[in-house]
């Protein structure tokens, strides 16, 4: 799944509905490659669809995270609980 633009408040219910479509027994990876934008509403859907994949029993995988999303989840403790990688 590729994320694009902005990641923010205003458009994170759009993303969050749109969202993770998990199958069963797969991996799932989310590239942050085009992301132009993001605020703290980014971590919070990280941690939504972290949810929705285990729920699923479906690995997820975050990659080409920018550094201010980078900075964020780490303001909030939250990078060790998210598999993040900065560049694939």
């Keep these: 799944m590729q994320v694009s633009g902005d990641v923010t408040m205003e458009n994170v219910l759009a993303?969050?509905?749109?969202?993770?479509k998990p199958r069963a027994n797969s991996d799932?990876?989310?590239?942050?490659?085009?992301?132009?934008k993001v605020d703290s509403s980014?971590?919070?859907l990280?941690?939504?669809?972290?949810?929705?994949a285990q729920n699923n029993k479906v690995s997820l995988r975050f990659i080409n995270v920018p550094e201010n999303l980078l900075s964020l989840s780490k303001l909030y403790g939250l990078a060790e609980l998210l598999p993040l990688?900065?560049?694939e």
């Design 15 to 20: 993303l969050f509905n749109d969202g993770l």
């Design 28 to 36: 799932m990876v989310v590239d942050f490659a085009l992301l132009e």
């Design 42 to 44: 980014a971590v919070s």
């Design 46 to 52: 990280m941690l939504v669809w972290l949810r929705e």
């Design 85 to 87: 990688s900065t560049a």
